[in-house]
């Protein structure tokens, strides 16, 4: 007792003169009784040079704080680490103060969210013969040594006879960054994520959706014990639950198709595969979200849907298949196409505040209706109880107000592009009405072509046929079309939507989108270049058109980002990885009825 109160004492004498050491030089047993009564602390070093893997979480529990820096800069550092990137080089990246950085890496790794991987040369104490191996990472032993503490007392400690070895090697080799090269992203939003925690999918892949939401990346590196995961899932599911199987086959399936395919990788040696999650791109600025992408993408592709809540990523370089700007993927996109094309359901657009004491006219031969508030999903709603949900809505948000069915289910289908090659068709009204018509010869979709690059991006079209001769299919789902599909009038297929990205949402249109991307050469450095260059016309030709609609032009917003002689250079300067201006809110109350977009009064 007496010669172990000595060692303790000349410990702590050592450790106020110098300040700290190394816990792998003391002995093991007295370091073990100082901390056990709260006499010394521990910290996990970390330097500019550590190279530092954060796995699958386990046991992951955070409750945010809203307005906590060093909260903000964790999970900024979440979504920006790889193990191919140095702490000093990740905090050039960040632009915040390195020790800020090792700081909260440190932190990881003392609560084992991370580890380094770089291999330590390890110089110990002979106590700790036994307690760390060569092959083991020795930052990792010593900032977990004290968890047996936390269920027995020291002393019980001390009399063990064998301590256990600590051997991972396979996870901890030491790194060889020679050959290392750009990977490709592939972006989700949190909705993916819910879909496979709450689908009890699998035992083990909550796990990776966790580290999918709270880290917002899952690295190449994780993927194959990923990729196993998804593969136990079993499609037994019907109904609403079915969504959620059907998400992750497509995902396993995409994953796949992506990963180390030298036709998408635009250098064509093929290359791995990174899954980022949206939101936790949009917690960066716009500067360190452009620093970090061209860092270390090639090239980034977006799932299919994203949500209405997302601000999409808006990138040049690297090259994006995927919605170009936010007002892509908003609102704004489905009543510019109505205006263009002359065709699309009954709309109305609503301003926030706007109150309707009853419904439209318009809306009144059917029985169903779809509403949408803004940046949220849609929901259908029955016409007779639509009056109290709309004015609801309408008091904290603007509103999209369509028509959906005269009876039961509305039938939906989902047309992919770029195009299948049609067949030749006779115009003449009498042919037309004798056979068959493809819908991808749809007028609305020719005129839409005038202004959308379907040749060099992949996505879908969703046509709603809502007529009142369609026949019951109110138990059935809507049909998923991945090619061309015959029909037997244009008059009752209006427009839906459109969106950019490779769908997962249903096996059949996955499997047909990115048969696309090989066939077409989508992701050929000519073809990336001409989808950037057709991505901005498209942008400029959406934003004039909410100018036109806005009662304050854009154009004195835009004053704060655009350049010198052109009014709309933000949006054709500022694509890799800005933040553009928030959504505007619509300040008209807008109809689109027949063929025609007009502002009305409510």
Not at 223 to 238: C, P, Q
Not at 339 to 358: D, E, I, N
Not at 449 to 469: A, L, M, P, W
Not at 503 to 515: A, R, S, Y
Request: hydrophobic content about 40%.
């Amino acid at each position: 007792w007496y010669q172990r109160r000595v060692r303790e004492k000349s410990v702590i004498d050592m450790l106020i003169d110098t300040g700290g050491c190394k816990l792998g030089i003391l002995d093991r047993s007295t370091c073990l009784s100082l901390y056990s009564r709260g006499l010394v602390y521990l910290c996990v070093p970390v330097l500019d040079a550590d190279l530092i893997i954060v796995p699958p979480l386990e046991n992951f529990v955070m409750n945010r704080v809203m307005g906590d820096y060093f909260e903000n800069l964790l999970y900024k550092i979440f979504v920006s680490i790889d193990e191919h990137t140095k702490v000093g080089d990740l905090a050039a990246v960040l632009e915040v103060d390195v020790e800020l950085v090792k700081n909260a890496i440190s932190m990881y790794i003392r609560l084992g969210f991370a580890k380094k991987k770089n291999k330590e040369k390890l110089d110990l104490h002979e106590s700790w013969a036994g307690y760390v191996t060569e092959s083991s990472n020795a930052s990792e032993d010593m900032s977990s040594f004290a968890a047996p503490l936390e269920r027995a007392e020291a002393e019980e400690i001390f009399d063990s006879k064998e301590p256990p070895v600590v051997d991972k090697i396979a996870l901890l080799k030491q790194p060889s960054e020679e050959g290392y090269s750009k990977r490709i992203a592939f972006l989700f939003d949190s909705t993916l994520t819910a879909f496979l925690m709450m689908g009890n999918l699998s035992p083990g892949l909550k796990t990776h959706a966790v580290t999918m939401f709270e880290v917002g990346k899952l690295s190449d590196e994780s993927l194959d014990s990923f990729i196993t995961e998804l593969g136990k899932v079993t499609d037994t599911a019907e109904g609403e639950a079915k969504r959620y199987f059907d998400h992750a086959f497509t995902l396993r399936d995409t994953i796949q198709f992506l990963r180390y395919n030298p036709a998408i990788d635009p250098a064509g040696v093929g290359a791995g595969v990174d899954l980022l999650r949206c939101e936790s791109l949009n917690s960066l600025d716009a500067s360190t979200c452009s620093r970090v992408l061209n860092k270390n993408y090639t090239l980034l592709i977006s799932m299919a849907p994203l949500s209405n809540e997302v601000r999409t990523v808006s990138s040049s370089s690297p090259y994006h298949i995927g919605p170009p700007v936010p007002e892509v993927n908003s609102v704004w996109l489905k009543m510019w196409m109505y205006h263009v094309t002359g065709c699309g359901p009954v709309s109305f657009l609503l301003t926030k505040g706007a109150r309707l004491l009853h419904l439209p006219p318009e809306l009144y031969p059917y029985d169903r209706l779809m509403i949408t508030t803004w940046g949220h999903e849609s929901t259908i709603v029955n016409t007779s109880n639509v009056l109290m949900a709309l004015n609801e809505a309408l008091s904290h948000s603007s509103v999209l107000l369509q028509a959906y069915s005269k009876r039961n289910e509305a039938e939906i289908v989902y047309v992919t592009f770029p195009f299948d090659k049609p067949e030749e068709t006779n115009d003449s009204a009498e042919e037309g009405a004798s056979k068959k018509l493809d819908l991808i010869n749809h007028p609305a979709l020719k005129k839409l072509s005038e202004f959308v690059d379907f040749e060099h991006s992949c996505g879908y079209i969703t046509f709603i046929n809502s007529s009142k001769e369609f026949s019951d299919r109110q138990d059935e789902s809507p049909p998923i079309c991945s090619s061309n599909i015959d029909v037997e009038s244009f008059d009752d297929w209006k427009i839906l939507d459109m969106y950019f990205g490779v769908p997962l949402f249903g096996p059949e249109v996955n499997k047909h989108t990115c048969d696309l991307l090989l066939s077409r050469k989508l992701c050929s450095e000519e073809s990336l270049v001409a989808l950037t260059d057709s991505h901005r016309k498209l942008v400029l030709y959406l934003l004039d058109f909410i100018a036109e609609y806005q009662i304050v032009p854009m154009a004195e917003a835009e004053d704060d980002y655009c350049g010198p002689g052109d009014s709309k250079s933000f949006v054709c300067q500022q694509m890799p990885g800005i933040n553009l201006p928030p959504v505007p809110y619509p300040t008209r109350n807008l109809m689109f009825s027949a063929t025609a977009l007009t502002e009305i009064t409510v």
